[in-house]
């Protein structure tokens, strides 16, 4: 039996005000009003900086029992050290999600579109820091590294390759662990508003789940996110593949405003 774990890149965007969430909604009502609707987020938010303990604690206790939270890795490791000399930073932030306890999902290291396999060797170090009892993803952006040694080097390390759909990047699902973390993120900016879906995905979403099947018992538990640029409305893609794969959907009950005549 796989444990789904399917949710949005981020929860906090106004574009959702009225249409996921009720008209006027407090912003620091948004999560509690998400987990009802979805069992896991990825954050994104911590991609810009580590946060502070008393904000994780707060996210954890926010949640019901069973949601999983998927932070970033902040982009001062990846992107700015790109994982050289990493260790204190690394360790600050672990310390620092530790705090979600039960809620703590897998952990996102994404490297930057630079970072290509000539620096095999600092990936290497930097992946020997890691902890054995938390759940890494990485995902890479760069071509270099479809190719077999980076398979060989993230199963000896027990480190998921996350499969994407992003611009040129290969569709694959290459299985490193035993979980599999997906990331549905289109083309950044395509889309001004992202009230409604505006790109009809489904092809594309089935060709994902004709691909996972073969995969389904070799792995406990399935990450998957989905990113306002895939198809408009990130929430709605969610649940269209929540039901493609047999999975209940949830909607938000949004409250209609009276009419006057």
Same mark, same amino acid.
């Given at each position: 039996m796989v444990n789904w774990y399917l949710g949005t890149v981020g929860y906090s965007y106004k574009d959702w005000d009225g249409v996921f969430y009720p008209a006027g909604a407090p912003g620091r009502s948004y999560l509690a009003h998400y987990s009802q609707i979805f069992n896991?987020?990825?954050?994104?938010?911590?991609?810009?900086?580590?946060?502070?303990?008393?904000?994780?604690?707060?996210?954890?206790?926010?949640?019901?029992?069973?949601?999983?939270?998927?932070?970033?890795?902040?982009?001062?490791?990846?992107?700015?050290?790109?994982?050289?000399?990493?260790?204190?930073?690394?360790?600050?932030? %672990? @310390?620092?999600?530790?705090?979600? &306890?039960?809620?703590?999902?897998?952990?996102?290291?994404? !490297?930057?579109?630079?970072?290509?396999?000539?620096?095999?060797?600092?990936?290497?170090a930097f992946l020997d820091i890691l902890p054995g009892d938390v759940d890494f993803a990485l995902e890479f952006r760069h071509l270099s590294w479809f190719i077999p040694e980076t398979v060989t080097l993230l199963r000896g390390r027990n480190i998921c390759w996350t499969s994407t759909a992003y611009l040129d990047l290969p569709k694959q699902i290459a299985l490193t662990t035993n979980f599999q973390y997906i990331r549905w993120l289109g083309q950044h900016g395509q889309f001004e508003q992202k009230d409604r879906v505006q %790109? @009809?995905?489904?092809?594309?979403? &089935?060709?994902?789940?004709?691909?996972?099947?073969?995969? !389904?018992?070799?792995?406990?538990?399935?990450?998957?996110?989905?990113?306002?640029?895939?198809?408009?409305?990130s929430p709605a893609t969610c649940n269209q593949f929540k039901k493609l794969v047999g999975l209940p959907a949830v909607y938000p009950e949004i409250p209609q405003q009276g009419k006057l005549f």
């Open positions: 896991a987020v990825e954050l994104d938010s911590t991609f810009y900086g580590t946060p502070p303990v008393e904000r994780v604690k707060q996210w954890a206790a926010t949640v019901p029992e069973g949601f999983k939270f998927c932070p970033k890795t902040p982009r001062l490791i990846t992107h700015e050290l790109r994982l050289v000399s990493a260790r204190a930073e690394m360790q600050h932030f %672990l @310390d620092t999600i530790k705090y979600f &306890e039960g809620a703590l999902g897998a952990v996102l290291i994404q !490297l930057p579109p630079s970072f290509s396999a000539a620096e095999f060797d600092n990936l290497a %790109l @009809d995905v489904l092809p594309q979403l &089935e060709w994902w789940w004709a691909h996972i099947q073969p995969n !389904l018992e070799r792995v406990h538990t399935l990450y998957g996110f989905f990113n306002n640029d895939f198809s408009g409305h």
